[in-house]
């Protein structure tokens, strides 16, 4: 699945000379978290909720007086943005210009990746430069339930393809264990046994088992060899 499978297409956007109010009554409006700033359409800057958390207007602003004098001192430069932060009337004074952004033919994995090291809600879709889309986490839970209510992604298996479903996937983990571990499918029922290394591979072949359609039930009588540790002292 790529990032043009599930982004959104129709998203609202200011210019850099918008003002803060405009912006604001935009996001209230339109429920918007953050909205893409273009110029001349070119993606220039994004800004969000975060970056009216501290407006004079409404008493949330920074003072920077209230911090000891020697972190004034050694962060004296940050005096005056906060002053910008909290005062600024145009969008061009207050959005992230660090932009991050992803292109349609992104695979989904790369973009949670992204997401995850940034600590990021959405980043922009571009094209040449031109924003095309966006695409958040909240696209990737639509995403999710779309599939999850996919028939024909539900069409149950009998139990050799389950078997072979299954082992494909348990094949691929580094926590599993063939040498160590079985199972075999009796009438949509996975039966493990052998051994394991801890409740977490208990959880983890369960997790696996349970995404394939088909299995009625897990029976996991391996032995969890962690509670052997005290045996090698």
Not at 117 to 145: E, K, S, T
Request: proline share 6%; net charge negative.
């Amino acid at each position: 699945m790529r990032v043009k499978d599930i982004m959104r297409t129709q998203v609202f956007s200011v210019s850099p000379h918008t003002s803060v109010p405009e912006l604001a009554e935009l996001m209230v409006r339109e429920h918007l978290t953050a909205v893409p700033v273009l110029d001349g359409g070119v993606l220039v800057g994004i800004v969000s909720e975060i970056d009216l958390m501290h407006r004079h207007e409404i008493g949330t602003q920074r003072d920077p007086t209230s911090r000891p004098w020697w972190r004034r001192l050694l962060a004296g430069e940050r005096c005056p943005a906060a002053y910008v932060e909290s005062h600024a009337s145009k969008v061009a004074d207050i959005m992230c210009t660090d932009l991050v952004s992803v292109t349609e033919d992104t695979p989904i994995v790369d973009v949670v990746d992204l997401l995850d090291a940034r600590n990021l809600r959405r980043v922009p879709v571009v094209r040449a430069g031109q924003l095309v889309g966006i695409i958040g986490r909240a696209d990737l839970l639509r995403a999710l339930v779309a599939l999850a209510g996919d028939p024909a992604a539900q069409n149950p298996m009998d139990d050799e393809l389950i078997h072979r479903a299954l082992r494909c996937e348990l094949d691929a983990q580094p926590w599993w264990s063939p040498s160590q571990c079985a199972f075999i499918v009796s009438d949509g029922v996975v039966h493990f046994h052998g051994l394991v290394e801890s409740q977490d591979g208990v959880r983890a072949a369960r997790v696996a088992a349970e995404r394939i359609p088909g299995v009625r039930g897990i029976v996991d009588r391996r032995l969890d060899t962690s509670a052997w540790g005290w045996l090698a002292r």
